[in-house]
């Protein structure tokens, strides 16, 4: 017994190597697929195969990753991985106990497949019960004992939720006649949790959230019926219907009463339609009241808590406040004329003029361009009565921020200057709903290395050769080694010495039933395509293999788009990416006196931020 226990923390504490040493390979070469390190690692043993590894990958990288390459998302992730609780689990060391409950729950559930089918398609999912089985359920489905038990599954109990039908879901009664649902137990804890997080833990939201939606419409209902009852209604100055206090909002100026319903509608043709001017109230940026007067207009406006409780109604409720709240805030800085840098995702934005100290701010002429810096000179020299014109203007003016002073836009101008070359241009959102990492150069997401303006034909290219990639590759059960087929017969032997079949991914080895080259058809056929007399696998041949393919890169395509925000989208892909989101970056702004001026000090100086350690070590005077 207590070698059992040894050998158990032996092989615990070998896993925790292991995954450190995987999450060190992950940051250092984030473009790789994390199962080449996983066959490296097991491949070179010792203390010194973190090192071998790394080696192995900087000599020869192509011939180790066989084009198992990261897409450019996930690309993104690897590199902001930092130890080994932020790598999926699907990617890291599994431990044995894992690993047996897995094969065990899916041998008994695909008691029609081969068990070296099952372990083959483990191997090549790194033993993930959530990935491999949609595969062993496609491969299952094409048995004929599938066609015969779908045949006499169409008088069982049917589900509207295939999460319902899980093989490992147990419904049981409750004392008051419900159906309450739990998971069969696997022996293993991390398996369990996994089956509960993906497989019950959505059930359990799914029907808290209707439950949820049946007590608030028998809520509602109940609480109409009782204030019926007791002839406290209120009418509504909008649509003139009867409601209870609950579902109520006051004008701010009149006290009208506005139900909730007509706040919604008010809101929704004020973002979806085209009510925007009329609905809101642009100077104090809220809703208007709709209420019928005799002047056919009411002042005042629906407060903002009240309008979030309206809006909140419906289960669309705060995604559309949110938006009515973006809404606002991008009018606020439009009107405002603040230099920006946005957020290419969503709304958010931070002015670029940041406080300076005195001092702070260096500056000198352009001597790289000395003709530019001539012929804005003479521009300036040309335009100087209309400038002294204009200082007299600022001077006797009251308003100064319709007439600034031209010291303070020169100031200005260079301020933004620097900023513009010291702000690197990785810019991080800080909305707590999006917090992307963008570029705001060629307003895209950060990757690193980042590239701007990187065509996404090339990304999109690529994302689509890594699904086609991995679709084909085949694991070996016995020793972890992938590889791809490029030309040959689908009996396939690993250099371990293990015999599997390439289409099924059957063992065909002695340890396996020993059926070798019997496992394929031996008939004589007088036309290409299938054989009419047996079942088997084709020797040559692979009918599904181009059709996995296709599917595998379409899908690939459309999990992409819809990342990116392209579905629907076709022709010229880069200029979907580059053109598609100008005025997002920085730089967006109006022509005003205040653009000219920074235009024409971009053009003449050069600026640079000094560092603050000198600015603090000159005497003051």
Same mark, same amino acid.
């Given at each position: 017994?207590?070698?059992?226990?040894?050998?158990?923390?032996?092989?615990?504490?070998?896993?925790?190597?292991?995954?450190?040493?995987?999450?060190?390979?992950?940051?250092?070469?984030?473009?790789?697929?994390?199962?080449?390190?996983?066959?490296?690692?097991?491949?070179?043993?010792?203390?010194?195969?973190?090192?071998?590894?790394?080696?192995?990958?900087?000599?020869?990288?192509?011939?180790?990753?066989?084009?198992?390459?990261?897409?450019?998302?996930?690309?993104?992730?690897?590199?902001?991985?930092?130890?080994?609780?932020?790598?999926?689990?699907?990617?890291?060391?599994?431990?044995?106990?894992?690993?047996?409950?897995?094969?065990?729950?899916?041998?008994?559930?695909?008691?029609?497949?081969?068990?070296?089918?099952?372990?083959?398609?483990?191997?090549?999912?790194?033993?993930?019960?959530?990935?491999?089985?949609?595969?062993?359920?496609?491969?299952?489905?094409?048995?004929?004992?599938?066609?015969?038990?779908?045949?006499?599954?169409?008088?069982?109990?049917?589900?509207?939720?295939?999460?319902?039908?899980?093989?490992?879901?147990?419904?049981?009664?409750?004392?008051?006649?419900?159906?309450?649902?739990?998971?069969?137990?696997?022996?293993?804890?991390?398996?369990?949790?996994?089956?509960?997080?993906?497989?019950?833990?959505?059930?359990?939201?799914?029907?808290?959230?209707?439950?949820?939606?049946?007590?608030?419409?028998?809520?509602?209902?109940?609480?109409?019926?009782?204030?019926?009852?007791?002839?406290?209604?209120?009418?509504?100055?909008?649509?003139?219907?009867?409601?209870?206090?609950?579902?109520?909002?006051?004008?701010?100026?009149?006290?009208?009463?506005?139900?909730?319903?007509?706040?919604?509608?008010?809101?929704?043709?004020?973002?979806?339609?085209?009510?925007?001017?009329?609905?809101?109230?642009?100077?104090?940026?809220?809703?208007?009241?709709?209420?019928?007067?005799?002047?056919?207009?009411?002042?005042?406006?629906?407060?903002?808590?009240?309008?979030?409780?309206?809006?909140?109604?419906?289960?669309?409720?705060?995604?559309?406040?949110?938006?009515?709240?973006?809404?606002?805030?991008?009018?606020?800085?439009?009107?405002?004329?603040?230099?920006?840098?946005?957020?290419?995702?969503?709304?958010?934005?931070?002015?670029?003029?940041?406080?300076?100290?005195?001092?702070?701010?260096?500056?000198?002429?352009?001597?790289?361009?000395?003709?530019?810096?001539?012929?804005?000179?003479?521009?300036? !020299?040309?335009?100087?009565?209309?400038?002294?014109?204009?200082?007299?203007?600022?001077?006797?003016?009251?308003?100064?921020?319709?007439?600034?002073?031209?010291?303070? !836009?020169?100031?200005?101008?260079?301020?933004?200057?620097?900023?513009?070359?010291?702000?690197?241009?990785?810019?991080?959102?800080?909305?707590?709903?999006?917090?992307?990492?963008?570029?705001?150069?060629?307003?895209?997401?950060?990757?690193?290395?980042?590239?701007?303006?990187?065509?996404?034909?090339?990304?999109?290219?690529?994302?689509?050769?890594?699904?086609?990639?991995?679709?084909?590759?085949?694991?070996?059960?016995?020793?972890?080694?992938?590889?791809?087929?490029?030309?040959?017969?689908?009996?396939?032997?690993?250099?371990?010495?293990?015999?599997?079949?390439?289409?099924?991914?059957?063992?065909?080895?002695?340890?396996?039933?020993?059926?070798?080259?019997?496992?394929?058809?031996?008939?004589?056929?007088?036309?290409?395509?299938?054989?009419?007399?047996?079942?088997?696998?084709?020797?040559?041949?692979?009918?599904?293999?181009?059709?996995?393919?296709?599917?595998?890169?379409?899908?690939?395509?459309?999990?992409?788009?819809?990342?990116?925000?392209?579905?629907?989208?076709?022709?010229?892909?880069?200029?979907?990416?580059?053109?598609?989101?100008?005025?997002?970056?920085?730089?967006?702004?109006?022509?005003?006196?205040?653009?000219?001026?920074?235009?024409?000090?971009?053009?003449?100086?050069?600026?640079?931020?000094?560092?603050?350690?000198?600015?603090?070590?000159?005497?003051?005077?």
């Amino acid at each position: 017994m207590a070698n059992v226990y040894d050998q158990e923390n032996a092989h615990d504490r070998q896993l925790v190597e292991l995954n450190g040493e995987l999450a060190v390979l992950i940051r250092i070469f984030p473009d790789v697929l994390p199962d080449v390190f996983r066959e490296m690692l097991l491949k070179f043993g010792g203390e010194s195969r973190l090192e071998i590894v790394a080696n192995q990958l900087l000599k020869n990288e192509d011939r180790w990753v066989n084009g198992r390459w990261r897409t450019a998302v996930e690309r993104t992730e690897a590199s902001d991985a930092i130890d080994v609780s932020q790598i999926p689990e699907a990617d890291l060391f599994r431990r044995n106990s894992y690993k047996w409950a897995v094969k065990a729950t899916l041998l008994q559930e695909f008691k029609t497949l081969n068990q070296s089918t099952v372990k083959a398609v483990l191997a090549e999912q790194n033993h993930s019960y959530t990935l491999a089985r949609p595969i062993l359920k496609k491969i299952a489905s094409k048995h004929w004992r599938s066609s015969v038990s779908k045949f006499f599954s169409r008088w069982a109990r049917r589900s509207e939720d295939a999460t319902e039908r899980h093989p490992m879901m147990r419904w049981t009664k409750s004392a008051d006649g419900f159906s309450l649902p739990s998971l069969k137990v696997t022996g293993d804890p991390e398996l369990d949790h996994e089956l509960h997080k993906t497989v019950l833990a959505p059930l359990y939201a799914l029907h808290k959230a209707q439950q949820e939606a049946r007590d608030w419409d028998l809520a509602v209902q109940t609480n109409l019926e009782e204030a019926e009852s007791a002839d406290a209604l209120f009418e509504c100055g909008c649509c003139f219907s009867s409601t209870t206090f609950e579902r109520i909002a006051e004008c701010s100026a009149s006290a009208h009463i506005i139900c909730y319903s007509c706040v919604s509608s008010s809101m929704n043709e004020a973002l979806f339609g085209q009510g925007w001017d009329r609905n809101i109230h642009h100077d104090r940026s809220l809703l208007r009241c709709m209420a019928l007067t005799a002047n056919d207009s009411c002042a005042g406006c629906i407060l903002p808590n009240a309008t979030q409780r309206a809006v909140y109604q419906s289960k669309q409720g705060p995604q559309i406040f949110a938006q009515f709240e973006s809404r606002l805030a991008e009018e606020a800085l439009t009107q405002a004329q603040v230099p920006l840098v946005r957020c290419s995702v969503c709304s958010y934005a931070e002015a670029t003029d940041l406080y300076h100290p005195t001092g702070t701010i260096q500056f000198h002429i352009n001597m790289k361009h000395p003709f530019q810096v001539f012929f804005h000179t003479l521009l300036v !020299l040309g335009l100087l009565p209309l400038l002294f014109l204009y200082m007299l203007l600022s001077c006797f003016m009251p308003n100064p921020t319709k007439f600034p002073y031209l010291p303070s !836009l020169f100031q200005t101008a260079l301020t933004r200057l620097a900023n513009q070359q010291q702000f690197p241009p990785r810019f991080q959102c800080r909305s707590p709903t999006c917090s992307a990492l963008t570029c705001t150069n060629c307003s895209k997401p950060w990757r690193d290395p980042h590239t701007c303006f990187e065509s996404e034909v090339v990304e999109l290219r690529t994302t689509i050769e890594a699904a086609r990639t991995a679709a084909l590759k085949r694991t070996c059960p016995r020793c972890g080694l992938g590889f791809i087929k490029e030309s040959g017969c689908n009996k396939l032997a690993c250099v371990c010495g293990y015999i599997m079949c390439y289409v099924c991914r059957q063992g065909l080895g002695p340890m396996d039933g020993g059926e070798e080259y019997s496992h394929f058809c031996q008939h004589f056929r007088y036309e290409a395509g299938r054989c009419r007399e047996c079942e088997k696998c084709d020797l040559y041949r692979n009918a599904d293999e181009d059709a996995l393919v296709k599917a595998a890169g379409l899908e690939a395509e459309r999990e992409w788009r819809e990342k990116q925000g392209l579905m629907g989208e076709k022709g010229n892909l880069q200029k979907v990416g580059v053109e598609g989101r100008k005025g997002k970056g920085n730089g967006e702004e109006i022509w005003t006196l205040q653009g000219w001026v920074d235009w024409w000090v971009q053009n003449v100086f050069v600026c640079s931020l000094r560092p603050q350690e000198l600015v603090s070590d000159q005497p003051a005077k």
